[in-house]
């Protein structure tokens, strides 16, 4: 069977189709959780002693790990990867149920509570030091 | 807690040693019509040059079939630029361009969601290209500041006929500038966070 990573590497419109992006994925459209957002902060978790537990990765899973040794926010880890988000939120989801990374979900600011001070504070702060 | 790297030493050490703790992360999104300074405003700002990306976002169904309890969903493909601002090691602010028109107002409920607030941009020769975004963001209780991007320090308009145009709650900034100016768009940023902190903002409800 001829992997997809085999296709001229000159073909750009391959490149650019919605089949090679849901052949990464291996046909799935959504991820199986939800609670994946753009700003949910990714970041790769230490490497596995077995040598062999990355067996079975997309080489866009390899590039995720390589990106996210820096946490990073999953809308960039998409825009990087030149991914749909919808595509990212399946790949990252694969490494989470590897334990390959972690995700951080973003803070819970404007669900219906008083606005966090210290936190709008240091935004603050860090836009009067731009 | 602490989202300073200066109250680091306040902090104890929830953390174990060898993971290395994510910062959070929190949004603001820039909204308003096509054209009207959006991307111009978040590269601004940004730490980095603005990224680009696409979001599939659900499209809830208007009711007319849902007889049988099936939800009549759809999903759409929006074009999203963004940028960043590190707050500090454990707080990073990103932004959000959002497309403003009409047409998409289901994905603002995919996006308000988890965001401070919300800056709509109006160029004051189609004001009516805001108004969608600004309806929005009223109805669902997000704070938001307007602001006149002014290319060239062209200002046709004042702020009061602006705000009067718009029929603008009278605690709503209103600040003009050029956006291509990082000190402009800066300040727009900072009116948002004044605004949330002065505690006029209307909390949003509840999803």
Not at chain 2, 4 to 16: C, I, K, R
Not at chain 2, 46 to 61: D, R, W
Not at chain 2, 135 to 151: M, Y
């Amino acid at each position: 069977m001829s992997h997809w990573a085999d296709a001229a590497a000159d073909d750009e419109d391959a490149e650019e189709s919605l089949v090679r992006a849901y052949t990464i994925t291996q046909g799935r459209t959504a991820s199986a959780r939800d609670d994946l957002t753009l700003i949910t902060v990714i970041t790769t978790a230490a490497a596995p002693r077995d040598q062999h537990a990355d067996r079975g990765l997309q080489p866009e899973h390899r590039l995720i790990l390589r990106q996210c040794r820096t946490p990073v926010a999953l809308a960039e880890v998409a825009a990087r990867l030149n991914l749909p988000v919808a595509v990212t939120k399946i790949l990252v989801d694969d490494l989470i149920v590897r334990g390959r990374v972690t995700a951080r979900p973003p803070l819970a600011v404007t669900v219906g509570e008083e606005p966090d001070m210290i936190l709008l504070q240091a935004v603050k702060d860090a836009l009067l030091r731009l | 807690m602490p989202y300073s790297d200066s109250d680091e030493h306040q902090a104890g050490n929830p953390v174990s040693a060898d993971t290395v703790a994510a910062p959070a992360a929190v949004k603001i999104l820039i909204a308003g019509g096509f054209g009207v300074g959006k991307t111009t405003m978040v590269g601004s700002v940004s730490e980095i040059p603005p990224l680009h990306t696409e979001e599939q976002l659900t499209v809830a169904g208007l009711g007319v079939d849902d007889l049988d309890g099936v939800e009549n969903k759809t999903t759409t493909t929006v074009a999203l630029d963004f940028g960043r601002i590190t707050v500090s090691s454990r707080l990073v602010l990103y932004l959000f361009g959002t497309p403003g028109q009409e047409r998409f107002w289901f994905m603002w409920n995919d996006l308000v969601h988890g965001a401070l607030g919300a800056v709509v941009l109006v160029d004051t020769r189609r004001l009516e290209s805001s108004f969608a975004a600004i309806d929005f963001f009223e109805s669902r209780g997000v704070p938001f500041v307007v602001g006149v991007n002014c290319f060239d320090g062209v200002r046709d308009r004042t702020v009061p006929e602006v705000r009067d145009a718009l029929d603008l709650d009278p605690n709503v900034p209103v600040l003009m500038g050029d956006l291509r100016e990082r000190p402009a768009s800066r300040d727009l940023l900072l009116a948002l966070i004044n605004h949330l902190m002065a505690g006029r903002a209307p909390l949003p409800t509840r999803r």
